[in-house]
Each structure stands twice: as structure tokens, then as C-alpha cells.
């Protein structure tokens, strides 16, 4: 199957000729296929902009694993955190208007809306929204949204239950619900939902015509690539409360459309759609990350987040960049403004593939060409990574105490539990004498978050799986007093939702 993938890998676009901006075509072609096989990527889509033309376009794989419908540069993918850039713009356009400003507080627009610090509320501008700072970790709340049946009024109100972690403006957290936060201003400002301002003001006007907001808005036969987790082809999840932050669906032509305009300071076939200055702000620093080992080893000499972008230096170059995640997606946008150069890497399966190619590319563009594989070097991360997994696994595995049982009966467990920042979870008792087990749901996302069953893992602690195949194994550890069960937490080791904030109460 791999080996399929890589001599079959399908070229839909052209070549304007063999180089151009020191790009080898042929050599690019060939790495890229050889990158895909070397990642187990299932499916992989990739376009080049330059000077306001499309000089490279290539797809290669499948739609779905196992069937014969390959990809090419019309294939939508869930292009995940890249739809932070559309918003930031959309923001921008309203800027523009004088209709908000950058400085405005969140509670002018929308005066319910509040977090954990009274404080910190009160001071949270539109630009905070946009630029990490407000005082959450990184991914704290996205299991508000993910897979949940919360709207997203609901989901930028329940973020207020959840204590900040840092001093506002004072460190960096990857921020999800902030701008989903921000989705609802453009609502509110501009009087239409956020789908729909992005729609009219962006998508039409730069002939974005397969792009969207919403899986609901695909037909039967779509051309579609659908999500896989290491090669496992994986249902479509709805994120349309995600909004703002991770949305849409799009393709590499529509996607080049979008770099286009970008790289044309905010104009579209002589017409601005949003001011320079705008856009300049939109890649300006706002909030200066650290410098890691890595970065410096490879002459990365700063760092940092606009609104919507990171921003770096590499092969001293500006590099404007942001990547985007979902289980069974992985993409990649990056720009070159000084050469008007755009790159977005589009892929169905979860890999730092993009990653790789983003360096390998500016190399061949600005540096050596042949001096790092970055294809081998970012699967060598990724296996070590798998590596550290299994260890983790056979750890719990060895140090598990095998003779305790737990301190109340099983009857004891099942109930209504809640916790007063996620909402509702519900464990029930199935079956009866040595078949008897125990069954976990947590009622927002009731559809991934159901287990097939809890087994007894030691003490007042059960292993479970849950129906969504992109998380590991975790345990519910309960708390117990005077033989009675008074609730419970979830230990589960996941870097992108943090369980560990959960802590249900028996009602």
C-alpha cells in the first residue's frame, strides 16, 4: 500500500517550468512522494503561490485508505487552526470599518461574557483574543467544543468555571475558546454569524467556491478526504461549534486564492478587501515566544504570535505560518511576504509530515538543499514519540497493584455525576453477576465519550476506552468516604484535552 502511494502519487496542476524561485520541481515532486510513503500519510494535497500565480500544484493518495478515489488539489480537507487566520482577517476587515477596534474591551460587545479573574475580564481586549495572552493553557477548555452538543454561547460561557494559569498577558496559552470568543464579537459587530461574514466577505469575493464552514454543507459524492488516524480511515466529526477557531474546509486551489490575497497586501483583482496596515498588524508581533534548542540549531533567531499567524525568522527570511489540527487531519500554510511566496500543505492522517516539508521547501528556496532530511528527521521524532507511548503504557502496566479490589460495590459507582464546567456525566450498571459492569458517558459528547465498559483496574480506580479512537486508555479514580462513592476525576494522558480539569461530584 505504500509503495502504491508513492508510485502512484497523483500530479493534478502544472509546471510553469522546471525551477522557479530555485524550486527544482522534479527533485520536490520526488521528495514529497518520498515524504508521504515515509509518514504512512494516507492522503496529501500541496500548492505554491508566487507573485499572485499558482506555480506548483500536486496531490497525492487517497480520499479514503483501501479505496481507489485519490486525492487532488479540489479535495477539501478540515483545514483545522488555519480558519484562526480567516477570523483574525474578518476582525481586521471590521477594524477597517471603524465598526470595533483592536483596543476595545471584550465586555463592550459582549457584556455577559466573563472569565475566571474579574480582573482579567475586564481588561481582555479584542486583540487578547487573538494573540494567546489571556491567562488559560493551551488547549484548556477545547473539550468544551470537541464533539460536544454545546453552541458556542454556551461554550465561551462555561470557560468562566476554569481558573487561569498564568498573569494575564504575562505568558503565552494556546487558545482555542478565545476565539471562538472572538467568532461571536464578528456576530455581534457585523449583525450576521460568523459562517457567514466569512462566506460573504472572503470565500465569494476571492472565489473560494468549495470552501465552507460546516461539514452539513457537503453533498453525496463530495470530493472529500476523509479523516484517518494512522492510517484507520475515521468518520466526520461535526466542529460547527468550534466556529471561529477550526471550522472550515477547504481546498489547495481555494486555499492558494486565499495566500494570493494575502501576499497581495489584502487585494483581490484590484480590489482591497482589507487595508495594509490591517494586514501588517495581523503579522506583527503581539506576543514573543522563547527561542528552543531546535530553532536555534537551525539559525531561528526569534519568535513569536500576531493575530491568526506565528511569526519566525529562518534562512533569514520572515516566515508567517500556522498549522492546524484534528484528529485525522494535519495542515500547514506559510509565507515568504518580502517574495511573495505561499505554501499550504493540506493531509488526512496525523504525521508531522507538514512540518517537514515546510523546512525542507524554504531550504530548497533560500539554503542548502541536501543538507537535512527533514522528512527522516520529523519520522524519527514521531516514532520516538510512539516509543515513549508504549513505555508509559507498560509502566502503568507493571506498577498496577492486581490483588486490591475496589471499596464498594459496583451498584455503588452508578449514578448522575456532574462537574460545574463540563456539565454531566452518567456511569451505569450493565448486566448482572460476574457479566456486571460498569458504563461511562459524559453527556456532552455523549457519542465519543461512552465507554464500551470500565473493568476494575486497582483500588477505587477502573481502566476504560472510549468510543473515539483518536484517545488512549484512561482511568476514573474515585473518591470514596465512609464506603460511600462521592465522585471521581479522569486520569488520561492527552495533550490536546485536558481531562485533568474535570472533576465530577455524585448528585
Same mark, same amino acid.
Given at each position: 500500500?505504500?509503495?502504491?502511494?508513492? #508510485?502512484? $502519487? *497523483?500530479?493534478?496542476? =502544472?509546471?510553469?517550468?522546471?525551477?522557479?524561485?530555485?524550486? &527544482?520541481? %522534479? +527533485?520536490? !515532486?520526488?521528495?514529497?512522494?518520498?515524504?508521504?510513503?515515509?509518514?504512512?500519510?494516507?492522503?496529501?494535497?500541496?500548492?505554491?503561490?508566487?507573485?499572485?500565480?499558482?506555480?506548483?500544484?500536486?496531490?497525492?493518495?487517497?480520499?479514503?485508505?483501501?479505496?481507489?478515489?485519490?486525492?487532488?488539489?479540489?479535495?477539501?480537507?478540515? #483545514?483545522? $487552526? *488555519?480558519?484562526?487566520? =480567516?477570523?483574525?482577517?474578518?476582525?481586521?476587515?471590521?477594524? &477597517?470599518? %471603524? +465598526?470595533? !477596534?483592536?483596543?476595545?474591551?471584550?465586555?463592550?460587545?459582549?457584556?455577559?461574557?466573563?472569565?475566571?479573574?474579574?480582573?482579567?475580564?475586564?481588561?481582555?481586549?479584542?486583540?487578547?483574543?487573538?494573540?494567546?495572552?489571556?491567562?488559560?493553557?493551551?488547549?484548556?477548555?477545547?473539550?468544551?467544543?470537541?464533539?460536544?452538543?454545546?453552541?458556542?454561547?454556551?461554550?465561551?460561557?462555561?470557560?468562566?468555571?476554569?481558573?487561569?494559569?498564568?498573569?494575564?498577558?504575562?505568558?503565552?496559552?494556546?487558545?482555542?475558546?478565545?476565539?471562538?470568543?472572538?467568532?461571536?464579537?464578528?456576530?455581534?459587530?457585523?449583525?450576521?454569524?460568523?459562517?457567514?461574514?466569512?462566506?460573504?466577505?472572503?470565500?465569494?469575493?476571492?472565489?473560494?467556491?468549495?470552501?465552507?464552514?460546516?461539514?452539513?454543507?457537503?453533498?453525496?459524492?463530495?470530493?472529500?478526504?476523509?479523516?484517518?488516524?494512522?492510517?484507520?480511515?475515521?468518520?466526520?466529526?461535526?466542529?460547527?461549534?468550534?466556529?471561529?477557531?477550526?471550522?472550515?474546509?477547504?481546498?489547495?486551489?481555494?486555499?492558494?486564492?486565499?495566500?494570493?490575497?494575502?501576499?497581495?497586501?489584502?487585494?483581490?483583482?484590484?480590489?482591497?478587501?482589507?487595508?495594509?496596515?490591517?494586514?501588517?498588524?495581523?503579522?506583527?508581533?503581539?506576543?514573543?515566544?522563547?527561542?528552543?534548542?531546535?530553532?536555534?540549531?537551525?539559525?531561528?533567531?526569534?519568535?513569536?504570535?500576531?493575530?491568526?499567524?506565528?511569526?519566525?525568522?529562518?534562512?533569514?527570511?520572515?516566515?508567517?505560518?500556522?498549522?492546524?489540527?484534528?484528529?485525522?487531519?494535519?495542515?500547514?500554510?506559510?509565507?515568504?511576504?518580502?517574495?511573495?511566496?505561499?505554501?499550504?500543505?493540506?493531509?488526512?492522517?496525523?504525521?508531522?509530515?507538514?512540518?517537514?516539508?515546510?523546512?525542507?521547501?524554504?531550504?530548497?528556496?533560500?539554503?542548502?538543499?541536501?543538507?537535512?532530511?527533514?522528512?527522516?528527521?520529523?519520522?524519527?521524532?514521531?516514532?520516538?514519540?510512539?516509543?515513549?507511548?508504549?513505555?508509559?503504557?507498560?509502566?502503568?502496566?507493571?506498577?498496577?497493584?492486581?490483588?486490591?479490589?475496589?471499596?464498594?460495590?459496583?451498584?455503588?459507582?452508578?449514578?448522575?455525576?456532574?462537574?460545574?464546567?463540563?456539565?454531566?456525566?452518567?456511569?451505569?450498571?450493565?448486566?448482572?453477576?460476574?457479566?456486571?459492569?460498569?458504563?461511562?458517558?459524559?453527556?456532552?459528547?455523549?457519542?465519543?465519550?461512552?465507554?464500551?465498559?470500565?473493568?476494575?483496574?486497582?483500588?477505587?480506580?477502573?481502566?476504560?476506552?472510549?468510543?473515539?479512537?483518536?484517545?488512549?486508555?484512561?482511568?476514573?479514580?474515585?473518591?470514596?468516604?465512609?464506603?460511600?462513592?462521592?465522585?471521581?476525576?479522569?486520569?488520561?494522558?492527552?495533550?490536546?484535552?485536558?481531562?485533568?480539569?474535570?472533576?465530577?461530584?455524585?448528585?
Amino acid at each position: 500500500m505504500l509503495l502504491r502511494f508513492f #508510485i502512484l $502519487s *497523483l500530479f493534478i496542476g =502544472f509546471y510553469p517550468g522546471l525551477y522557479a524561485q530555485g524550486l &527544482d520541481f %522534479g +527533485k520536490l !515532486n520526488s521528495y514529497v512522494g518520498k515524504a508521504v510513503n515515509e509518514h504512512k500519510i494516507t492522503g496529501l494535497t500541496i500548492g505554491i503561490v508566487k507573485s499572485g500565480e499558482t506555480i506548483y500544484q500536486h496531490g497525492y493518495g487517497y480520499c479514503t485508505n483501501g479505496e481507489t478515489k485519490r486525492v487532488n488539489t479540489t479535495t477539501n480537507y478540515g #483545514i483545522a $487552526s *488555519l480558519s484562526k487566520a =480567516f477570523t483574525a482577517a474578518a476582525m481586521g476587515m471590521l477594524v &477597517d470599518e %471603524g +465598526k470595533v !477596534n483592536w483596543d476595545d474591551h471584550v465586555i463592550t460587545h459582549l457584556p455577559d461574557w466573563k472569565l475566571y479573574d474579574d480582573e482579567v475580564t475586564k481588561k481582555m481586549t479584542i486583540a487578547d483574543l487573538l494573540t494567546h495572552r489571556c491567562g488559560l493553557k493551551t488547549f484548556d477548555g477545547d473539550l468544551l467544543w470537541y464533539g460536544s452538543n454545546y453552541s458556542r454561547k454556551e461554550i465561551i460561557t462555561r470557560i468562566r468555571q476554569l481558573p487561569l494559569s498564568y498573569e494575564y498577558r504575562n505568558g503565552f496559552g494556546y487558545q482555542n475558546i478565545m476565539y471562538i470568543t472572538a467568532g461571536e464579537v464578528i456576530a455581534k459587530v457585523s449583525g450576521q454569524s460568523w459562517d457567514k461574514f466569512i462566506r460573504d466577505r472572503i470565500f465569494k469575493p476571492l472565489g473560494m467556491n468549495k470552501s465552507n464552514t460546516s461539514i452539513s454543507e457537503y453533498k453525496e459524492n463530495d470530493n472529500v478526504a476523509m479523516p484517518h488516524l494512522k492510517g484507520v480511515p475515521q468518520k466526520l466529526i461535526n466542529y460547527d461549534n468550534s466556529g471561529a477557531t477550526a471550522a472550515i474546509n477547504s481546498n489547495v486551489v481555494d486555499m492558494n486564492k486565499w495566500m494570493m490575497f494575502l501576499l497581495n497586501d489584502g487585494t483581490h483583482d484590484g480590489v482591497r478587501l482589507m487595508k495594509k496596515e490591517t494586514l501588517d498588524m495581523l503579522w506583527s508581533m503581539q506576543n514573543p515566544l522563547p527561542v528552543s534548542t531546535f530553532d536555534s540549531t537551525n539559525g531561528t533567531t526569534y519568535k513569536g504570535y500576531g493575530m491568526g499567524w506565528f511569526l519566525m525568522d529562518y534562512q533569514n527570511k520572515k516566515i508567517v505560518h500556522h498549522g492546524g489540527g484534528l484528529p485525522g487531519y494535519i495542515t500547514k500554510v506559510f509565507l515568504v511576504p518580502e517574495d511573495s511566496i505561499g505554501v499550504v500543505i493540506l493531509t488526512n492522517d496525523m504525521s508531522p509530515v507538514c512540518t517537514a516539508l515546510m523546512y525542507k521547501i524554504l531550504d530548497m528556496l533560500y539554503g542548502d538543499p541536501d543538507k537535512t532530511d527533514w522528512s527522516k528527521k520529523f519520522a524519527e521524532y514521531s516514532a520516538k514519540s510512539d516509543k515513549m507511548d508504549e513505555a508509559k503504557k507498560f509502566a502503568q502496566d507493571t506498577s498496577r497493584k492486581v490483588d486490591t479490589k475496589p471499596g464498594a460495590e459496583l451498584e455503588a459507582f452508578a449514578g448522575a455525576y456532574s462537574d460545574p464546567y463540563y456539565g454531566n456525566a452518567n456511569i451505569i450498571l450493565v448486566g448482572k453477576g460476574k457479566k456486571a459492569r460498569l458504563v461511562l458517558s459524559l453527556a456532552p459528547a455523549k457519542a465519543l465519550f461512552t465507554t464500551k465498559s470500565m473493568e476494575h483496574w486497582q483500588d477505587n480506580s477502573f481502566v476504560f476506552e472510549f468510543n473515539d479512537a483518536f484517545l488512549p486508555r484512561g482511568f476514573a479514580n474515585f473518591e470514596l468516604e465512609g464506603g460511600l462513592v462521592k465522585g471521581f476525576t479522569i486520569d488520561l494522558e492527552n495533550p490536546d484535552f485536558h481531562f485533568s480539569n474535570l472533576k465530577f461530584t455524585k448528585n
